[in-house]
């Protein structure tokens, strides 16, 4: 098919410009020294590990794309919130194709907005740090750092807003899912760099198998887990709950429409990976402030505080698992109606074998909704949770990729496998992989 062969050359552009953006150094950066600082700090657990993680190494190389997406992230997750809780946004979004264009412009300048202050956040940390008597940020006079400060800071909010637009044109011209696609991009280009450390594990418990043997039992349990996350993944994501419809015959003008039996399909990952994406944007903040922080703070409340929320701690174990279940029951809120499907299935003359029209109707649905959403989010918690448990349990948090990198590479290709096909199917009635 010649238009879904354009769709597809026009993504794979798109992601080569964004792996070209992620090797093009900004100026007055001492790449050499920021990769080095952040190996050690990526080794801590800190929060821009796991953004130099989606942004595919752009941000260890102190390059245009180093902060990646996030706050395109930020700006959705303040948007969402803020569509519920302001009355005239709520009514913009039920506006149709304009009220949503109008809340998009929106995102965008928030965006902006968030570019510049985590751009202005990122450079006095670069500034204040330095690895190896090496300074990171590079100027020689007071003159040249105020012109060096707003030429890094204007290049990282460019950066994001030049990886926006990639993403609406690929939602326009490609494939779909373009912020989506751009974050899978990122993921993928770090895997080989995980699992060379990998390699570099099992080779070092060949070289001292006295001291490293228990490498030759984690490498390959590691492998196993990443392999059973991937089917787990792909089995959840698919898996729903049907609820059975019958349908009454019923007169439309001149004609008689039989009765027919149908059902709604309520998926159980019905949010997709968005909970857990916000809820590593929310709990990525105290680690984020504590890196800008630096040495300022070494002792006393909020040292503790800080440690609380590092990566992999108990604390912030638990606290990620309820924001998980806490957003995906918000998603759903939002994508589901009870009421609404009740109504419109009594317009029907559509009813729920053995449950009465109306409000029993809508309770029903609102009790099925509840449980399957909590199950889903179960199911995202543990998922997301698990490799972060084992390489904290192991001391491979080198290698460990986050459960939430799994969900995205695995929800962002079979998306846009169902993408393709439907494009197929519109076409010749034919899936892509058929």
């Excluded at 090797?23 to 929060?47: R, Y």
């Excluded at 998009?104 to 300048?109: C, D, Q, S």
């Excluded at 029907?348 to 959403?373: C, M, Q």
């Amino acid at each position: 098919m010649p238009d879904l062969r354009k769709k597809l050359f026009f993504t794979l552009f798109i992601i080569i410009i964004f792996r070209i953006g992620s090797v093009i150094p900004v100026p007055f950066l001492n790449a050499d020294a920021l990769q080095g600082l952040m190996a050690t700090v990526a080794g801590q657990g800190s929060a821009l590990g796991y953004l130099d993680m989606l942004s595919g190494g752009a941000f260890a190389s102190a390059t245009l794309f180093a902060m990646s997406i996030t706050p395109y992230i930020n700006a959705s997750i303040i948007m969402q919130l803020l569509t519920v809780a302001i009355p005239p946004l709520e009514r913009l979004s039920r506006d149709g194709e304009l009220g949503r264009k109008r809340i998009t412009a929106i995102t965008r300048y928030l965006t902006v907005g968030l570019g510049l202050i985590q751009g202005t956040g990122f450079y006095f940390y670069l500034r204040a740090s330095s690895y190896e008597d090496s300074s990171i940020v590079q100027y020689t006079s007071g003159g040249a750092q105020v012109f060096s400060a707003i030429v890094i800071i204007l290049t990282f909010t460019a950066g994001t807003a030049l990886l926006m637009w990639l993403g609406e044109q690929i939602n326009k011209r490609g494939v779909g899912n373009g912020i989506s696609v751009i974050l899978f991009s990122g993921i993928v280009a770090n895997m080989p760099t995980i699992f060379w450390h990998l390699i570099n594990y099992f080779i070092e418990a060949c070289k001292y198998p006295g001291v490293s043997w228990k490498y030759f039992i984690l490498s390959p349990v590691f492998l196993l887990i990443f392999l059973a996350l991937l089917w787990i993944i792909s089995f959840m994501y698919d898996a729903e709950r049907r609820i059975p419809i019958q349908y009454a015959k019923r007169v439309v003008g001149r004609k008689m429409y039989q009765g027919q039996n149908t059902h709604i399909p309520i998926k159980i990952s019905g949010a997709g990976v968005m909970p857990v994406i916000f809820a590593s944007a929310i709990l990525s903040i105290p680690s984020t402030i504590q890196v800008f922080l630096g040495d300022s703070v070494q002792e006393g409340f909020w040292k503790g505080f800080f440690d609380a929320f590092t990566i992999g701690g108990w604390i912030y174990c638990i606290i990620f698992a309820i924001l998980i279940i806490l957003f995906a029951f918000f998603y759903v809120t939002i994508q589901y109606n009870p009421i609404e499907m009740a109504n419109n299935l009594r317009q029907n003359n559509g009813s729920i074998p053995g449950i009465r029209p109306g409000k029993a109707t809508s309770d029903y649905i609102a009790k099925i909704l509840s449980k399957i959403t909590f199950i889903g989010a179960l199911f995202l918690a543990v998922v997301a949770l698990v490799p972060m448990v084992y390489g904290s349990a192991t001391g491979m948090q080198q290698v460990t990729m986050g459960g939430t990198s799994i969900i995205i590479l695995v929800g962002v290709a079979l998306e846009t496998i169902k993408q393709m096909e439907s494009q197929m199917q519109m076409r010749n009635y034919k899936g892509f992989l058929d």
